[in-house]
Structures are given as C-alpha cells and as structure tokens.
C-alpha cells in the first residue's frame, strides 16, 4: 500500500515538472501564427508563404500568415516581440523594421537585439534602378548627369517610410550627392504605376517588384543594386560598376521569435527552416523571383544575429549622415 502511494506521488511529482520539459519537447503541438508586418502580397509577404508553407510540412503544423502592417512596420514587430515566448507566434520580416527603422523614428516600441531572438534568415531580396520609360538616359553616368542638373524638378517614388524602395533611393542619392524630392506612396504597387504612367522620374525598388515591368518595357533598368549582376538581368550592370564606386543595397528577410523563447523552440524552427531552403522546389520558386537563397548551413540564428548587427552599424549612421530627420 506504501509502495503504491509513494509510486503515485512519485508520478505526481513527474506531471508537475512536465511543463518545462515535456511541452517544449512536443512543441509544436498547434498551429504558429507567422506575423508578417507589411501588406500582403508584398516581397516580404511572398517569402514567408512559400517558406512557411514547407516549414509546416517538416513541423506537421499549419503555420498561418498574418499581416500586420502600419507604421514602417512597426506594428506589426511590436506585436511579436510581446507575444507570449512560446514559439507560436512568430516574426518574419526584412531589415528595415529592425535596423532601418531605429533611425527613421524618435522612438521604438521595441528594440530589435534585446526584445527578439533570431531564428534564420530567409533570403536576400535585390534592387533595381529603374526609371520611367521616356527619362533621358539610356545608362547609369546618363542618368547621373541627368539628376544632378536637374534636382529641381526631379522626383523619385518610394513606397513609404522605411520601406525597401525608401532605403534604396535615399542611399543613391546620398552616394550622388543630390537633393530630390521625394514622392512617398501607400505601398510599392501604386508608386510603380505612377512610375510607369511616367508621374515621377525613378526609384530603387526590390527586383521581384519591377521585373515584369522591365520585361514588358514599360520602365528601364540602369542598374541594380548587388555587387554582381543578376541572371534575370544580365544585359543590366551594377550600380558599382557603371561608376557609383561602394553601391550596395539589399534586403534580407528573416524569422524571429520573442525574447526568452525556449531554445529547444528556436533549434525546431531553424531546423524546419532549413529543410524549407534545401528543398529544390522552394529553391526553384524563389530564385525565379530574384531571391537569394542563403546555404542553408548559413541560415542559422547566429549567423541571423550578426547580419542585424552589421545592419544597424552600416544604416544608422548612413541615414544620419543623409540628414534624414527621425520622425
């Protein structure tokens, strides 16, 4: 009798240390929201679909979307840096939200290294210079010339605060020297009809964005914005070749979870994530949209830590250096 009820305390004992263990163990054991913090349909938002999508496969759980725009995307991170640390509220996001944006605002509702955790990058979205069809420029030093005589009247379009197209243009202009006015949209989709109805003059905008419009002819491409041409784009030189010496802007894409998440939580995640960025047909499916894939060996979360780092280092004082008054 003694046996029995020491074997069943013995037990009791064992449920109520199971949390810790044993629920982080079976994780996941429901479905992970995944908050993508700008409009769908969007690079950003595009990325995460296909990515999260054959990461629930490798977890057998569903991984649901969720945008959650507004704010430079400020919203929408906030929101996961105060979810509950358990993993099944997620972030993927691009660089901007995390190291962009502490130069863009007075003040954050979170900060980027002490608030999140990384999980593993998803991938590296080009840019592309392109301009309105009938510009005066057939090339980069062209379209230079052009600008700089002309920054009175010249314009470029970016798709609001923060956002990709933002951060190319202000780049480019600080490297040129210029003064242009800016012309800021409710989104990439509406800034890149105007630029082909020929309404502003150019803007530095993700690939993925502008390819089709490059194919149809309805906007030039002078250039993109790696240090190595694109193969959807081979005929198009870099920006630093064709004599902006140092030009480089990408966007990186990553996952990440609240701060004080299990790491157990964090090691499942990546290792989906890499399953996702080995697999051929995710691989195909993003390189057809100008996504650099990173190996996934390299997809890990301190490897994702660092990028962040050197992130903040290179655009805090690059944007401080263009005079660019936080809002």
Known sequence: MKRRVLLAAAAAMGVAAMPLGAMAQAYPTKPITVIVPFAAGGPTDALARVLTARMGEALGQTMIVENVGGAGGTIGVNKAAKATPDGYTILFTHMG????????????????????????????????????????????????????????????????????????????????????????YKGTGPALNDLVSGQFDYMVDQAVNVLPQIKAGTIKALGVSTLKRLPQLPDVPTVDEAGLKGYEVTIWNGFFVA?????????????????ALGDEKVRARLIEQAVDLPDPKDATPAALGAQLKASIDKWVPAIKAAGVQPQ
Request: proline share 6%; hydrophobic share 40%.
């Open 97 to 184: 939200t995390l190291a962009v944006n502490i130069a863009l605002y007075k003040t954050l509702p979170y900060d980027s290294q002490k608030d999140l955790e990384p999980v593993g990058l998803g991938g590296t979205n080009p840019m592309v210079l392109v301009t309105k069809k009938d510009l005066p420029a057939k090339d980069f030093k062209e379209f230079e010339a052009y600008v700089k005589a002309n920054q009175k009247k010249a314009q470029y379009g970016m798709a609001g605060i923060g956002a990709a197209s933002h951060l190319g243009g202000l780049m480019l202009n600080s490297m040129m020297k210029v003064d242009v006015l800016e012309i800021p």
């Open 259 to 275: 701060k004080n998440t299990p790491k157990n939580v964090i090691d499942t995640l990546n290792k989906a994530l890499v399953t």
